[in-house]
């Protein structure tokens, strides 16, 4: 078994670490109040809702829009939408990379934002989208002249997701949707609504929800305000649909199998996710090693004492356990994919969508491993630290306060262990 990387990619990050020194790291120094010590204040607007400033987001805009200029933003998309086609390794070593580099304006996790673009719903679209539907949708959401907030989530059901009550109904040549949505990511900005709405059938069952493109200004869709998290700024709205309106055209895949959608948007992000919170803990071990070895106490290195020692190195052994479990994940999606015209474009074939249930229960362990871990690391290097690490002059709170949230969202660690009993134990199988 090779275990050596593409021979493409360390050439392909060298790359990308040049690009950002000459053109994302001098953009980063003209605002830094978004990066040191102040950056949640700057960051978030506190007199409307605590949603991200618009000056905040016109720089990650920015990032974005240079990325895009030097062909880095659009890597991991097909090459019919402009990009490089990359793997599903590719990305997750990537993914691990730039993380690694710490914070900064080149990827910043918090707003799902870095140089590489992770763009699920644009998979989403290619997959289940018509025709006229990507024409109007894939280009617009790259370059973002639209966008969509995700509205699976409601006020009394989360994990659960088929026991949602918000419905739809049938009205002549469009449909009436009533209901409430929780944790909207993005909809002060959002163009539109992914709502997920029951159609038929009885809660529960999968069958019989369907997924609907809601523009926010259509009559009846509100925001009655945004919650307050653990990590600000926060762009997390609450949203009540009452009696909105939407077209036939307005329904994305087939009626009443919507679940497909937004399993594919958990799936696309889960493994990226994974590789982000490994690259950020491997920060968090490698900061926390060089202050032991240079911080000395009672006249030695902190690093000589096993209370240090042990921790770290258990911290290490986990992350590459995790490494080799994410490449490993990676690789098999890839290998599900092998026979189609190209990787990331081939996502809507039927192979490939049997690829990502094969290896969901990997993808799974990958996933709540690497988001304990990057948890446990921060809490560590805090620890290592000092006051200094628990002070915001360091970045180890930041980064627990964001990436703790990776242990709900996207399926709470719970049902990605849940997944993993299914497929051990055989459970909903015949």
């Given at each position: 078994?090779?275990?050596?990387?593409?021979?493409?990619?360390?050439?392909?990050?060298?790359?990308?670490?040049?690009?950002?020194?000459?053109?994302?790291?001098?953009?980063?120094?003209?605002?830094?109040?978004?990066?040191?010590?102040?950056?949640?204040?700057?960051?978030?607007?506190?007199?409307?809702?605590?949603?991200?400033?618009?000056?905040?987001?016109?720089?990650?805009?920015?990032m974005?829009?240079?990325?895009?200029?030097?062909?880095?933003?659009?890597?991991?998309?097909?090459?019919?939408f402009?990009?490089?086609?990359?793997?599903?390794?590719?990305?997750?070593?990537?993914?691990?990379?730039?993380?690694?580099?710490?914070?900064?304006?080149?990827?910043?996790?918090?707003d799902?934002s870095?140089?590489?673009?992770?763009?699920?719903?644009?998979?989403?679209?290619?997959?289940?989208?018509?025709?006229?539907?990507k024409?109007?949708?894939?280009?617009?959401?790259?370059?973002?002249?639209?966008?969509?907030?995700f509205?699976?989530?409601?006020?009394?059901?989360?994990?659960?997701?088929?026991?949602?009550?918000?419905?739809?109904?049938?009205?002549?040549?469009g449909?009436?949707?009533?209901?409430?949505?929780?944790?909207?990511?993005?909809?002060?900005?959002?163009?539109?609504?992914?709502?997920?709405?029951?159609?038929?059938?009885?809660?529960?069952?999968?069958?019989?929800?369907?997924?609907f493109?809601?523009?926010?200004?259509?009559?009846?869709?509100?925001?009655?305000?945004?919650?307050?998290?653990?990590?600000?700024?926060?762009?997390?709205?609450?949203?009540?649909?009452?009696?909105?309106?939407?077209?036939?055209?307005?329904?994305?895949?087939?009626?009443?199998?919507?679940?497909?959608v937004?399993?594919t948007?958990?799936?696309?992000?889960?493994?990226?996710?994974?590789?982000?919170?490994?690259?950020?803990?491997?920060?968090?071990?490698?900061?926390?090693?060089?202050?032991?070895?240079?911080?000395?106490?009672?006249g030695?290195?902190?690093?000589?004492?096993?209370?240090?020692?042990?921790?770290?190195?258990?911290?290490?052994?986990?992350?590459?356990?995790?490494?080799?479990?994410?490449?490993?994940?990676?690789?098999?999606?890839?290998?599900?994919?092998?026979?189609?015209?190209?990787?990331?474009?081939?996502?809507?074939?039927?192979?490939?969508?049997?690829?990502?249930?094969?290896?969901?229960?990997?993808?799974?362990?990958?996933?709540?491993?690497?988001?304990?871990?990057?948890?446990?690391?921060?809490?560590?290097?805090?620890?290592?630290?000092?006051?200094?690490?628990?002070?915001?002059?360091?970045?180890?709170?930041?980064?627990?306060?964001?990436?703790?949230?990776?242990?709900?969202?996207?399926?709470?660690?719970?049902?990605?262990?849940?997944?993993?009993?299914?497929?051990?134990?055989?459970?909903?199988?015949?």
């Amino acid at each position: 078994m090779d275990f050596a990387l593409p021979e493409h990619l360390p050439g392909l990050l060298a790359e990308m670490d040049a690009f950002i020194e000459a053109e994302i790291k001098p953009l980063e120094q003209q605002h830094m109040q978004y990066f040191d010590r102040r950056r949640e204040f700057a960051r978030t607007d506190l007199d409307n809702g605590g949603v991200p400033s618009r000056e905040w987001e016109d720089l990650l805009d920015e990032m974005r829009r240079r990325a895009d200029a030097a062909g880095w933003l659009r890597y991991g998309l097909p090459g019919e939408f402009g990009g490089r086609d990359g793997t599903n390794l590719d990305m997750a070593v990537i993914r691990e990379h730039l993380a690694h580099k710490g914070l900064g304006l080149h990827n910043d996790l918090q707003d799902e934002s870095s140089i590489v673009g992770n763009f699920p719903q644009v998979i989403m679209m290619s997959r289940f989208g018509t025709e006229a539907q990507k024409k109007e949708w894939v280009e617009a959401m790259i370059t973002g002249e639209r966008s969509m907030a995700f509205g699976l989530t409601e006020p009394d059901h989360g994990s659960d997701a088929t026991w949602l009550e918000t419905t739809a109904v049938k009205d002549g040549a469009g449909w009436v949707i009533n209901g409430a949505k929780r944790w909207n990511t993005g909809v002060h900005r959002a163009t539109h609504d992914l709502i997920f709405a029951r159609t038929s059938g009885e809660p529960g069952q999968a069958v019989g929800i369907t997924t609907f493109l809601v523009p926010t200004d259509t009559p009846g869709f509100t925001v009655p305000y945004y919650w307050w998290t653990f990590n600000m700024p926060s762009d997390h709205g609450e949203v009540v649909l009452k009696d909105v309106r939407v077209p036939d055209d307005a329904v994305l895949g087939e009626v009443d199998h919507g679940l497909d959608v937004a399993q594919t948007f958990l799936h696309e992000n889960r493994i990226r996710q994974a590789a982000s919170s490994l690259g950020a803990a491997q920060y968090c071990i490698d900061r926390a090693a060089a202050y032991a070895g240079e911080r000395i106490v009672f006249g030695k290195p902190l690093a000589v004492n096993q209370a240090v020692q042990w921790p770290l190195a258990e911290l290490q052994t986990e992350a590459q356990m995790v490494r080799l479990l994410v490449y490993y994940a990676a690789w098999h999606l890839d290998r599900g994919s092998q026979s189609a015209p190209h990787v990331r474009g081939a996502q809507s074939a039927p192979h490939v969508r049997g690829a990502h249930m094969e290896v969901s229960d990997k993808v799974s362990m990958a996933n709540y491993r690497a988001n304990r871990l990057v948890c446990e690391a921060a809490d560590r290097a805090m620890q290592i630290h000092g006051g200094i690490g628990y002070s915001r002059h360091e970045p180890f709170e930041h980064i627990y306060r964001h990436h703790r949230r990776y242990r709900i969202t996207e399926g709470a660690e719970e049902i990605q262990i849940r997944r993993v009993a299914q497929r051990m134990l055989k459970f909903g199988r015949k």
